[in-house]
């Protein structure tokens, strides 16, 4: 995996995660090229919209829960949003989808966990830019995928890392969640 610096637009970012979701309708075969190109345009302005005060480059961690997208027994309103719009239902986006996953959008980094308990995946990593540096925008190989991967710049801890090394800080399965978007 290769990691360069970028500025902190969420393009790239929005771009990674919109692209992961889709690859699940185009996989499961019963969402046409056209359907999928419409998903993926509507959530990535969906998302945009959603995200464009809540993007903050220079605290990634800051907002991460706001941007993060949940499918846990409940669909994820805003992936929802953009199914409705080429006329899927929320009960065909379930078969569709993972039943259980999380997604997050942070600035400089795209992650996901499939199942409660299932291992942290990156799906896209840059580095922010020195002050004075021109900022080149790309995204990583995909988890998988050997290569080095550099340090993060001023030994910034991600909101990936945070979540390894304090533990899990969701509730137990015997719980409901209840989550939180506008």
């Known amino acids: 995996m290769h990691t360069l610096c970028a500025r902190g637009t969420m393009k790239p970012e929005i771009n990674a995660a919109v692209g ?19 998903f993926s345009q509507s959530l990535q302005d969906i998302l945009a919209e959603q995200y ?20 846990n027994h409940k669909m994820d309103p805003l992936v929802g949003q953009a199914g409705q719009r080429i006329g899927l239902t929320i009960q065909q986006l379930y078969l ?8 997050w959008v942070d600035p400089f980094e795209v992650s996901y966990r499939i199942g409660e308990d299932g ?27 050997s290569g080095p ?5 001023d030994s910034h801890i991600s909101c990936k890392e945070e979540l390894m090394v304090l533990g899990r800080t969701s509730p137990s399965k015997a ?4 989550t939180v978007s506008s």
Not at 22 to 33: A, E, I, P, Q, Y
Request: net charge positive; with cysteine; aromatic share 8%.
């Open 20 to 38: 992961f979701l889709s690859r699940f309708l185009r996989v499961k075969g019963h969402v046409n090229d056209r359907q999928v190109q419409t």
């Open 52 to 71: 464009k005060h809540h993007w903050f480059p220079d605290r990634p961690c800051k907002g991460s829960g706001y941007r993060c997208i949940r499918i």
């Open 96 to 103: 569709l989808l993972p039943s259980e996953l999380t997604l």
């Open 119 to 145: 291992s942290i995946c990156v799906l896209y990593e840059s580095q922010p830019c020195p002050p004075g540096t021109p900022a080149i925008a790309a995204a990583s190989a995909p988890s998988g995928n």
């Open 149 to 153: 991967m550099s340090p993060m710049v």
């Open 175 to 178: 719980y409901n969640m209840m």
